[in-house]
Nanobody, 117 residues
Framework: QVQLVESGGGLVQAGGSLRLSCAAS????????MGWYRQAPGKQRELVAG????????NYADSVKGRFTISRDNAKNMVYLQMNSLKPEDTAVYYC??????????WGQGTQVTVSS
């Protein structure tokens, strides 16, 4: 069983920054990918950023490219999402996600990010 705990969400003004953290139970080296998704009210959950554990290659949604950065710390079993130049449309619940080598996804409980204009 994998447990993921997100933190770092909150209320910020447009143009501000937040750093989300996701703590995984156990080593993240057992995962194939880790990522951040978000879901705004009335919208589908969407991938924001992902990282492949073995290669550290990353991918981003077009809407966040150049503003958000995903990173990981193997020693601390953490994955982060640095969010800069935040916009009101970034307002959503952000979820940490991992996928095992068996293709099984796990989700955190989510953390709210609210960007005021």
């Amino acid at each position: 069983q994998v447990q993921l705990v997100e933190s770092g969400g909150g209320l910020v003004q447009a143009g501000g920054s937040l750093r989300l953290s996701c703590a995984a139970s156990g080593s993240i080296l057992r995962f194939v990918t880790m990522g951040w998704y978000r879901q705004a009210p009335g919208k589908q959950r969407e991938l924001v950023a992902g990282i492949t554990i073995s290669s550290s290659s990353t991918n981003y949604a077009d809407s966040v490219k150049g503003r958000f950065t995903i990173s990981r710390d193997n020693a601390k079993n953490m994955v982060y999402l640095q969010m800069n130049s935040l916009k009101p449309e970034d307002t959503a619940v952000y979820y940490c996600n991992v996928r095992t080598d068996r293709g099984i996804p796990y989700w955190g409980q989510g953390t709210q990010v609210t960007v005021s204009s």
